[in-house]
């Protein structure tokens, strides 16, 4: 997917070993790594296979509801960024949508939808600003 404004990749496909269905993209990337940093988490957690630990699967479903509402993926395209499918993606926006009323979730979801608006910028800088 191309951002139209500023010509930015959101992610690509990569099909090396073992990542089938995962992208791996500059947004990708950008993404693992803010939602990992802010629940102090190894970006590569948000890609494990299994649903393992409550708070991996949280944050990856934060992740997925970030893809979807601020970078206005789909939900296939949003589940995908970590191997997941649509419904799952779905769910996960449920999900957070439901818990956004807790205020400690809301501000950290506040902070990460910061993070995300300035990608953007931040992209077209990396590309020459095409």
Do not use: N
């Not at 102090?40 to 992740?63: H, M, N």
């Not at 957070?96 to 992209?123: F, G, M, N």
């Amino acid at each position: 997917m191309v951002d139209c404004e500023t010509g930015g990749v959101f992610f690509e496909k990569d099909d090396g070993a073992g990542e089938a269905g995962r992208d791996r993209g500059p947004f990708g990337l950008f993404l693992r790594a803010i939602v990992s940093a802010a629940f102090g988490l190894r970006p590569e957690a948000l890609d494990s296979v299994s649903r393992g630990r409550k708070d991996v699967a949280f944050a990856r479903q934060i992740a997925m509801y970030l893809a979807y509402t601020r970078m206005g993926l789909s939900y296939v395209e949003a589940g995908r960024l970590f191997g997941r499918d649509r419904t799952t993606a779905r769910h996960a926006c449920r999900q957070v949508e439901d818990r956004r009323e807790d205020p400690r979730i809301d501000s950290i979801l506040d902070y990460l939808e910061r993070a995300i608006d300035v990608w953007p910028r931040l992209s077209a800088s990396f590309s020459g600003g095409r």
